[in-house]
């Protein structure tokens, strides 16, 4: 009977943690499959875009977040909003470039990292590049091509994890002729 | 508050959806070979159940007997991974166990005619090694397979390995 008792409020960290094992399992997968560390870099970032682009449905969907007038305002929208919503933590915004077309996303704990420690043999593997590509390929689909890369990782003895997101152009689209 | 608890697993779907196509995609691109698409996914599966069972147990009383792990296996477990429990628990008091899920969460966003059912096993294969990795950390050496007939409901089919 213990066991009923102290479920409930396990359940929703439990939720996260099946999250994180399970990226923890695909990156491990990752670097068996492929040789080197660049290549999973890659793939993640691949995977990432695929999920992202279908990741903004649900969250235009879930959030009724309307259109954002500037880029500091998608910013914020992306640290208190997404990053909130799917992983329970709101990231800081900070080292906005003169022309407000670029920015970092501090992240103090980064949940994707919970149980991970990286073995010295993968010093050039970026473990949460998977961010990276949602964050692209999620922006992609609101007509905004965007550059997003990490420059600081706990990881790597950092000590807060840095993701540098640049603003690259509007994406006009391109509709079929005789179309509106 | 229910609603972002719920966001947390359409990202866990979409990772998991990812997972499934980015593997066969390599395997088409010769960076691996196909048939190993459904050892790697079960293996994924395995490291995953193992590390979940060892956090959601860890305050818990000792389990009775094998049936009391299948039970928790098919309530807790279920609940907290797939949002709710496995429909019916069937077995024949010789090491097998039949868990029925009427409505599989990873196959309710497919198409429910007979259309897909080919494809449905690469949807299956992470699930069977996270039900092999959990009993395996409760100390019970099993093989798990799957199968369906009209989806979205599915059987998974566990035999226990006496040691």
Same mark, same amino acid.
């Given at each position: 009977m213990s066991r009923?008792?102290?479920?409930?409020?396990?359940?929703?960290?439990?939720?996260?943690?099946?999250?994180?094992?399970?990226?923890?399992?695909?990156?491990?997968?990752?670097?068996?499959?492929?040789?080197?560390?660049?290549?999973?870099?890659?793939?993640?970032?691949k995977m990432g875009y695929n999920i992202g682009v279908r990741l903004i449905e649900d969250f235009l969907a879930r959030s009724s977040v309307g259109r954002?007038?500037?880029?500091?305002?998608?910013?914020?929208?992306?640290?208190?909003?997404?990053?909130?919503?799917?992983?329970g933590i709101t990231p800081s915004i900070t080292n906005w470039s003169p022309a407000g077309d670029e920015f970092s996303l501090i992240l103090e704990n980064n949940p994707l990292v919970d149980f991970v420690e990286l073995p010295d043999n993968h010093s050039s593997l970026i473990y949460s590049n998977l961010l990276c590509g949602v964050l692209r390929g999620a922006l992609e689909m609101v007509q905004m091509a965007v550059d997003v890369k990490f420059v600081q990782d706990t990881l790597k003895g950092d000590g807060v994890t840095e993701i540098r997101m640049k603003f690259v152009r509007r994406i006009e689209d391109n509709l079929p002729a005789g179309e509106e | 508050m229910t609603r972002p608890e719920m966001a947390d697993e359409a990202l866990f779907l979409l990772l998991h959806n990812e997972m499934v196509s980015g593997l066969y995609r390599a395997a088409e691109q010769g960076e691996g070979e196909n048939g190993r698409c459904i050892t790697k996914l079960e293996n994924m599966g395995f490291r995953v159940g193992q590390g979940l069972i060892e956090r959601f147990t860890k305050d818990t009383a000792r389990f009775k007997?094998?049936?009391?792990?299948?039970?928790?296996?098919?309530?807790?477990?279920?609940t907290t991974v797939f949002k709710k429990q496995i429909d019916? @628990?069937?077995?024949?008091?010789? /090491?097998?166990?039949? &868990?029925?899920?009427?409505?599989?969460? $990873? @196959?309710?966003?497919?198409?429910? /005619?007979?259309?897909? &059912?080919?494809?449905?096993?690469?949807? $299956?294969?992470?699930?069977c090694g996270l039900i092999r990795g959990g009993l395996s950390n409760l100390g019970i050496k099993s093989i798990v397979t799957a199968e369906v007939s009209a989806m979205p409901a599915c059987k998974f089919q566990v035999m226990i390995q006496k040691i």
């Open positions: 009923q008792a102290s479920r409930g409020t396990e359940s929703k960290k439990m939720s996260s943690e099946l999250f994180t094992l399970t990226y923890g399992a695909l990156v491990t997968q990752l670097c068996k499959d492929y040789e080197n560390d660049e290549d999973v870099n890659k793939q993640l970032d954002c007038h500037d880029f500091r305002e998608t910013a914020d929208v992306i640290a208190k909003v997404a990053f909130k919503m799917y992983l | 007997d094998e049936l009391d792990i299948m039970k928790f296996i098919c309530k807790d477990f279920w019916n @628990l069937r077995t024949n008091h010789q /090491g097998i166990y039949v &868990l029925q899920d009427n409505k599989f969460r $990873l @196959l309710t966003q497919m198409s429910a /005619g007979k259309q897909y &059912l080919e494809y449905a096993p690469k949807y $299956l294969a992470f699930t």
